[in-house]
């Protein structure tokens, strides 16, 4: 039995993790790939204060996950199937065993969102900027999304590739203002405004890429046998086994103890229903539900 069960090795889940073992709770964190969640698999991590200077994705992961055991957190890498929230105690299944605990928290994030296009599963498509863009250097790339992660991950990419075209939906990037900035300052980087990747071709891997123009639904047939498609299309929020609860667009809704409908049962992070989805708001939803669920147990 255990005081608190952490359900995601995020941001969100190792600061609710430290929290609730400071106040001397046994805790655990269930996590199925690896502690940082979507953070470990970016390129930089930007304007999270004392992150270091241009610091990468992965290494602040380990240093999440360093903090995590040297406070005493046990952390098992499982992949949970299912979930009982109502009663007194709450009971976790995994692909290997079950656990209980007096109260749990939700803090799993999202996954990237699929095009669901043809052709997305060949290779060289939803590729990963500091894992995959090495093989892509003097090569053309293709970003799809203007938002913020999409463009941060462009311009990592355009240090090596020799050409970066950010795909962006609207009619121009939805990103901060630094990294407009930086993007018209990099003279290998094109956007596509008002566009969308529909479709993309090839026998094992990519050949040719169908782009349409989202306002006059004209396609555009590009032939590029060598290229790589990285794709930032947004997060689906990972709620799907948590059907106790009701959801608002597929989020998790929460007061401002990040508890849920359910005693005992919190949500923090990328999962729960917010505005501002940010490192630094996924550690303060983690401490206030690490917190709060200690207080009750």
């Given at each position: 039995?255990?005081?608190?069960?952490?359900?995601?090795?995020?941001?969100?889940g190792?600061?609710?993790?430290?929290?609730?073992?400071?106040r001397?709770?046994?805790?655990?964190?269930?996590?199925?790939?690896?502690v940082?969640?979507?953070?470990?698999?970016?390129?930089?991590?930007?304007?999270?204060?004392?992150?270091?200077?241009?610091?990468?994705?992965?290494?602040?992961?380990d240093?999440?996950?360093?903090q995590?055991?040297?406070?005493?957190?046990?952390?098992?890498?499982?992949?949970?199937?299912?979930?009982?929230?109502?009663g007194?105690?709450?009971?976790?299944?995994?692909d290997?065993?079950?656990?209980?605990?007096?109260?749990?928290?939700?803090?799993?994030?999202?996954?990237?969102?699929?095009?669901?296009?043809?052709?997305?599963?060949?290779?060289?498509?939803?590729?990963?900027?500091?894992?995959?863009?090495?093989?892509?250097?003097?090569?053309?790339?293709?970003?799809?999304?203007g938002?913020?992660?999409?463009?941060?991950?462009?311009?990592?990419?355009?240090?090596?590739?020799?050409?970066?075209?950010?795909?962006?939906?609207?009619?121009?990037?939805?990103?901060?203002?630094?990294?407009?900035?930086?993007?018209?300052?990099?003279?290998?980087?094109?956007?596509?405004?008002?566009?969308?990747?529909?479709?993309?071709?090839?026998?094992?891997?990519?050949?040719?890429?169908?782009?349409?123009?989202?306002?006059?639904?004209?396609k555009?047939m590009?032939?590029?046998?060598?290229?790589?498609?990285?794709?930032?299309a947004?997060?689906?929020?990972?709620?799907?086994?948590?059907?106790?609860?009701?959801?608002?667009?597929?989020?998790?809704?929460?007061?401002?103890?990040?508890?849920?409908?359910?005693?005992?049962?919190?949500?923090?992070?990328?999962?729960?229903?917010?505005?501002?989805?940010?490192?630094?708001?996924?550690?303060?939803?983690?401490?206030?539900?690490?917190?709060?669920?200690?207080?009750?147990?």
């Amino acid at each position: 039995m255990y005081d608190i069960i952490i359900i995601g090795a995020g941001p969100a889940g190792i600061s609710a993790a430290v929290y609730g073992k400071s106040r001397g709770k046994k805790v655990l964190v269930l996590e199925k790939k690896q502690v940082g969640g979507l953070i470990g698999t970016v390129s930089t991590v930007t304007h999270y204060l004392t992150a270091d200077h241009e610091e990468l994705g992965r290494t602040f992961a380990d240093r999440m996950k360093q903090q995590a055991l040297g406070a005493g957190v046990e952390i098992r890498y499982e992949n949970v199937i299912k979930t009982e929230l109502a009663g007194r105690q709450k009971k976790v299944t995994t692909d290997e065993q079950s656990y209980e605990s007096k109260t749990l928290i939700l803090a799993n994030g999202g996954s990237g969102r699929m095009l669901g296009i043809p052709g997305e599963n060949l290779k060289g498509v939803r590729l990963n900027a500091p894992k995959d863009g090495w093989a892509y250097r003097d090569k053309n790339v293709y970003v799809i999304g203007g938002a913020d992660g999409a463009v941060k991950e462009a311009l990592y990419l355009a240090r090596t590739a020799r050409k970066v075209t950010i795909v962006c939906v609207e009619d121009e990037l939805v990103c901060i203002q630094e990294f407009r900035d930086k993007v018209a300052a990099r003279d290998n980087i094109e956007i596509m405004p008002h566009a969308s990747l529909t479709a993309v071709y090839g026998n094992d891997a990519v050949e040719e890429l169908e782009l349409t123009d989202n306002k006059s639904g004209k396609k555009q047939m590009v032939k590029d046998a060598e290229c790589g498609v990285f794709v930032y299309a947004g997060i689906v929020p990972n709620t799907q086994m948590y059907t106790e609860l009701e959801l608002a667009e597929g989020y998790i809704p929460v007061d401002d103890s990040m508890q849920t409908e359910i005693p005992g049962v919190f949500a923090a992070g990328d999962i729960r229903v917010k505005k501002v989805r940010q490192v630094a708001t996924a550690v303060a939803d983690g401490a206030i539900a690490g917190i709060q669920a200690a207080a009750m147990c």
